[in-house]
């Protein structure tokens, strides 16, 4: 049986955060079917009662996850292909932050919730909404540096598409060799840009990524 996850006083029910917390994890560990009151319970040594004192029933929780999943993966991709730079390679590499930064773009998250969607005609909806907004934000990217209304739809999609790919088979996540990952970044953004990083541009992006040698 699993030890409780939190230490809880007498009459504590929790917070709503702990509770979608606990969620997150069962369903990034399990898959969504783990992702129910009783058992949640039990993993956080708290009563069943205390669930409802933060949400009105199980589907009130899985919102809060699909919130969750807006909010960090759309809202910051959007906001990476927004953020300042001098050409479409640094831009790229503006976006690339997102592949290796968990903080601001959750991959197991994005592989739990596409999974989810399988099963949940409402999310699948919500997830193709997802990627549209994903790609229309890449292509406005490519298309403030010049490019064409083709071209940059098919470069943005390139982009997207690669990059979930990777996330669908699990590669190049977070446990994976860093030096290496990085090397082919700058690659990758030579192809879909169609012009070479800078060195000035590779070094300010290294320098956001230091490997750890150790």
């Keep these: ?40 319970a039990e993993r956080m040594g708290l009563s069943r009662t205390s669930f409802y004192g933060h949400f009105s029933d199980r589907k009130d929780l899985l919102d809060a996850l699909i919130q969750l999943w807006q909010s960090k993966n759309t809202g910051n991709l959007i906001r990476r292909t927004e953020a300042y730079a001098e050409t479409i390679t ?33 999310l699948a909806a919500m997830l193709e909404e997802a990627d549209i907004i994903r790609v229309e934000a890449l292509q406005s990217m490519f298309e403030r540096f010049g490019y064409d209304t083709v071209h940059a739809s098919v470069r943005a999609n390139t982009v997207y598409q690669t990059q979930i790919g990777y996330i669908s088979m699990k590669k190049d996540g977070p446990s994976d060799p860093l030096a290496p990952r990085l090397e082919r970044m700058r690659t990758y953004a030579e192809i879909f840009a169609g012009q070479p990083v800078t060195d000035a541009e590779a070094a300010r992006f290294f320098a956001r990524h230091p490997v750890n040698e150790t």
């Design 1 to 40: 049986m699993n030890e409780p996850l939190i230490e809880k006083t007498s009459g504590w029910r929790g917070t709503r955060e702990l509770w979608i917390q606990a969620a997150y994890g069962a369903l990034l560990e399990t898959g969504i079917d783990a992702v129910k009151v009783m058992p949640l």
């Design 90 to 122: 640094e831009a790229i590499l503006n976006v690339f932050d997102l592949w290796l930064l968990p903080d601001l773009f959750d991959s197991r998250l994005e592989f739990a919730v596409r999974n989810w969607a399988h099963s949940d005609a409402r």
